[in-house]
């Protein structure tokens, strides 16, 4: 069974910084296009960070430049560096896997059960 287990969240002050991970496994985490995206309260889930096999990466505007995706193939892990955290950040995060893509743009195969994160101002 495919597992994608979250963790990391919590609750930090703005400007703060939290480190999310998304433990992966029963399939092949270092051929598949890996992407973070959140859901904040009351909203729509958005995209806002996604890396390929190769390393490619792409941000949402709203976190480009604090936020930095990337992966461990060795320990099939996926992570999320979130620095300069804001309260419009709040929101449950989720990783997500998909085919291999060179533009990472396909639709998610498989998705974990989210972390929450929430920053107070």
């Known amino acids: 069974e495919v597992q994608l287990m979250e963790s990391g969240g919590g609750s930090v002050q703005a400007g703060g910084s939290l480190r999310l991970s998304c433990a992966a496994s029963?399939?092949?985490?270092?051929?598949?296009?890996m992407r973070w995206f959140r859901q904040p309260p009351g909203k729509g889930r958005e995209g806002i960070a996604s890396?390929?096999?190769?390393?490619?990466?792409t941000y949402r505007d709203s976190v480009e430049g604090r936020f930095t995706i990337s992966r461990d193939n060795a320990k099939n892990t996926l992570y999320l560096q979130m620095n300069n955290l804001k309260p419009e950040d709040t929101a449950m995060y989720y990783c997500?896997?998909?085919?291999?893509?060179?533009?990472?743009?396909?639709?998610?195969?498989?998705w974990g059960r989210g972390t929450q994160v929430t920053v107070s101002s």
């Open positions: 997500s896997a998909g085919p291999f893509d060179p533009s990472c743009r396909s639709s998610p195969d498989y």
């Open positions: 890396i390929t096999s190769g390393g490619t990466t």
């Open positions: 029963e399939f092949t985490f270092s051929t598949s296009c």
